[in-house]
């Protein structure tokens, strides 16, 4: 009998991860695009402020950078990791007698029922991430949505951690969940203090950038090769 999660000793997964990612990313820039026509630049919005300075004083901006920054993490470290994990990597070298040499490295995981999983939480932060953009009433309402899909991202990491056979992928996992715990806990800090919506709304905005940023370093340095 073969086995339900490996059915295939050498499988190609290319198609299925590339059209994974192509729709997890269309929709989520759908819902982006809606939410920056509807919300940030609504007619209403386009009346009241007009200069750069007038968009800079309204929280409404800097919230929406947060946003966009957040969904950024999880569409870029998404592709990053099922490229890595399901997609043979091929390189070209040029050996000594000047001749091409191919090298095709072993897939990381031939494992069909971790890319089921894989799946089901890109459609979990789909659904979490049209949560967020509709949910536009204040700094709050807005941060607390987000709170809860990077809740979703940190149940990923804890799986990843605590059942992922490549030890690789458990310390990558590890990495993320300490980003998405001290993002959860720098945001709840944030929205506790007795600052005001723009204030709040600058300083998330700018510390969701951040985090974006070593998100991009880390997926860099961690998955090299």
Not at 98 to 122: A, H, P, Y
Not at 147 to 155: K, P, Q, S, T, W
Request: hydrophobic share 55%.
């Amino acid at each position: 009998m073969p086995n339900i999660c490996s059915p295939n000793d050498n499988p190609d997964l290319k198609q299925i991860v590339d059209r994974t990612i192509a729709l997890f990313a269309v929709y989520t820039g759908a819902t982006l695009s809606f939410f920056v026509k509807d919300f940030l630049f609504s007619d209403e919005n386009l009346e009241k402020y007009v200069g750069l300075t007038d968009w800079l004083h309204y929280w409404g901006f800097w919230i929406s950078l947060a946003v966009v920054a957040l969904l950024l993490r999880y569409i870029v470290g998404s592709a990053s990791h099922l490229n890595y994990v399901y997609i043979a990597k091929t390189t070209q070298k040029i050996n000594p007698e000047n001749k091409i040499v191919t090298d095709t490295q072993v897939l990381r995981s031939t494992n069909i029922c971790w890319l089921f999983v894989d799946i089901l939480f890109l459609i979990a932060f789909g659904i979490l991430a049209v949560l967020i953009t509709r949910a536009t009433d204040s700094v709050a309402v807005v941060m607390t949505h987000s709170i809860y899909f990077i809740v979703a991202g940190m149940v990923w990491s804890l799986l990843a951690l605590l059942f992922r056979s490549s030890q690789q992928e458990r310390f990558i996992a590890a990495v993320w969940l300490g980003v998405d715990f001290g993002q959860i806990v720098w945001t709840l800090v944030i929205l506790a203090t007795p600052l005001d919506q723009l204030s709040q709304a600058v300083i998330l905005g700018i510390s969701y950038l951040l985090f974006l940023w070593f998100d991009l370093y880390s997926l860099v340095r961690w998955m090299a090769g």
